[in-house]
């Protein structure tokens, strides 16, 4: 059967590989036996990233996955994913910029939750994920509510995604405290948790999550088998 190239712009190895696993995992019903879609994978070192990040430079971080974009194209993809949440950020200031289409991590979340009929989401993530404008916008374009941590909360799951989620550091005492933090966000409403950091899932998933949990890393996987199977 055709298909179409799939390029993975990745930013961190831990979320990067567990969307290239779920793709290549994934794909048979798409493709047979053994079958997934070409994929082609640049990535930048993470602290060139963060340097940007940090400073608030997002028109930076967008000419760094342009410039991956163009690095994918060069290598036959048709079409590109990126397995970071905190990154669309500054996919949305440079998207129509891009020498190839993307597939956008939280309108697929959006989709999905909206499909499940989720109305209220808990967003778990990074601090500039969880304060900044990805969520709010592709959920409020739907009619979802969303909420986040408290404060200190989000200080405290930011330290989690930095200096044990994306080293591949996963403990239990860290597993709980998400575990907790979900069920505050129940207690406030919520229906859904969005496991907005593409790690999150390798330590919480939704057989041990208090609500139900939109696992944003799988979802954005899925939907580049689709798109790669041309069934969307």
Same mark, same amino acid.
């Given at each position: 059967?055709?298909?179409?190239?799939?390029?993975?712009?990745?930013?961190?190895?831990?979320?990067?590989?567990?969307?290239?696993?779920?793709?290549?995992?994934?794909?048979?019903?798409?493709?047979?036996?053994?079958?997934?879609?070409?994929?082609?994978?640049?990535?930048?070192?993470?602290?060139?990233?963060?340097?940007?990040?940090?400073?608030?430079?997002?028109?930076?971080?967008?000419?760094?996955? $342009?410039?991956?974009?163009?690095?994918?194209?060069?290598?036959?993809?048709?079409?590109?994913?990126?397995?970071?949440?905190?990154?669309?950020?500054? $996919?949305?200031?440079?998207?129509?910029?891009?020498?190839?289409?993307?597939?956008?991590?939280?309108?697929?979340?959006?989709?999905?939750?909206?499909?499940?009929?989720?109305?209220?989401?808990?967003?778990?993530?990074?601090?500039?994920?969880?304060?900044?404008?990805?969520?709010?916008?592709?959920?409020?374009?739907?009619?979802?509510?969303?909420?986040?941590?408290?404060?200190?909360?989000?200080?405290?799951?930011?330290?989690?995604?930095?200096?044990?989620?994306?080293?591949?550091?996963?403990?239990?005492?860290?597993?709980?405290?998400?575990?907790?933090?979900?069920?505050?966000?129940?207690?406030?409403?919520?229906?859904?948790?969005?496991?907005?950091?593409?790690?999150?899932?390798?330590?919480?998933?939704?057989?041990?999550?208090?609500?139900?949990?939109?696992?944003?890393?799988?979802?954005?996987?899925?939907?580049?088998?689709?798109?790669?199977?041309?069934?969307?």
């Amino acid at each position: 059967m055709s298909r179409r190239h799939l390029g993975i712009v990745a930013v961190s190895a831990e979320g990067a590989a567990l969307c290239y696993r779920t793709i290549c995992a994934e794909s048979e019903r798409a493709f047979g036996r053994h079958g997934h879609p070409e994929i082609s994978m640049h990535t930048w070192p993470l602290a060139e990233y963060m340097r940007h990040i940090e400073a608030d430079r997002w028109e930076d971080v967008g000419a760094m996955m $342009l410039a991956s974009a163009a690095k994918l194209q060069g290598a036959g993809a048709d079409f590109l994913i990126c397995p970071d949440n905190t990154v669309h950020q500054a $996919l949305d200031l440079v998207r129509d910029r891009s020498p190839l289409p993307w597939l956008h991590i939280a309108e697929e979340v959006a989709a999905s939750a909206e499909a499940r009929g989720f109305r209220r989401l808990l967003v778990l993530g990074t601090k500039y994920l969880m304060e900044g404008p990805v969520y709010p916008a592709k959920l409020g374009a739907r009619g979802i509510d969303r909420i986040v941590p408290p404060p200190a909360r989000r200080a405290q799951i930011d330290g989690f995604i930095f200096d044990e989620l994306v080293r591949g550091d996963f403990r239990a005492s860290t597993r709980a405290v998400f575990r907790d933090v979900i069920a505050e966000g129940q207690a406030l409403g919520c229906d859904a948790v969005v496991l907005g950091c593409t790690e999150i899932p390798l330590i919480v998933d939704e057989r041990d999550s208090p609500l139900p949990a939109l696992d944003s890393t799988r979802i954005l996987a899925r939907a580049a088998i689709r798109a790669a199977a041309g069934t969307d």
